[in-house]
């Protein structure tokens, strides 16, 4: 059997509005962010998932209650927070975003490596096989968590997650697929 798995990210947030990187750094959504979530609702409304993950931090659980409300039982799980970032966490973009590419196995100072993020989920897809088997499982986190389940799903080496990754092309849509089997 396999796992139908929808992978969301979170809405806005008053860091990204400030041009911030967030990383573990546990900020809210933005008014902006409040709306999208809102508005995500609807456009899931065909869906039907067995549960929700998020990510532990608020902005991804928020997210969630405001795009689905009490639909769904909804788990947060450390797992799937974003990269930590370590003593860059909420710095400017600017300065954080080009040093992710760089971070693939070095971790960023003080904090992880994208290939620690890539173990974490990892263990949580081990998880889900083990407990959610033949379900479909809805996901709202980062975009560390979504590059690794590119490269752990999809096959892509970290370099072409990167490349690919809708965040440079400006191509937001309401859910990405994934199979686990």
Not at 25 to 36: P, T, Y
Not at 150 to 160: H, I
Request: aromatic share 10%; glycine share 10%; net charge negative.
């Amino acid at each position: 059997m396999v796992i139908r798995i929808t992978y969301f990210v979170h809405g806005t947030t008053t860091d990204n509005e400030q041009g911030l990187s967030s990383g573990w750094s546990d900020v809210g959504l933005s008014e902006l962010g409040v709306r999208q979530s809102k508005e995500l609702g609807p456009l899931t409304e065909d869906r039907h998932f067995d549960v929700v993950f998020t990510s532990d931090l608020k902005r991804a659980v928020e997210s969630a209650k405001l795009t689905w409300g009490d639909k769904y039982k909804i788990i947060p799980d450390a797992r799937l927070r974003e990269c930590n970032y370590g003593d860059l966490n909420g710095k400017p973009s600017e300065m954080v975003e080009p040093m992710q590419e760089r971070s693939i196995t070095t971790p960023m100072p003080g904090g992880e490596s994208y290939e620690m993020v890539k173990e974490r989920v990892a263990g949580f897809l081990a998880d889900l096989k083990r407990d959610y088997d033949g379900k479909s499982v809805a996901i709202v986190a980062h975009k560390a968590p979504q590059l690794a389940l590119d490269m752990l799903l999809k096959g892509m080496t970290w370099e072409e997650a990167f490349a690919a990754d809708w965040r440079k092309k400006g191509k937001w849509q309401p859910g990405w697929e994934y199979t686990l089997g």
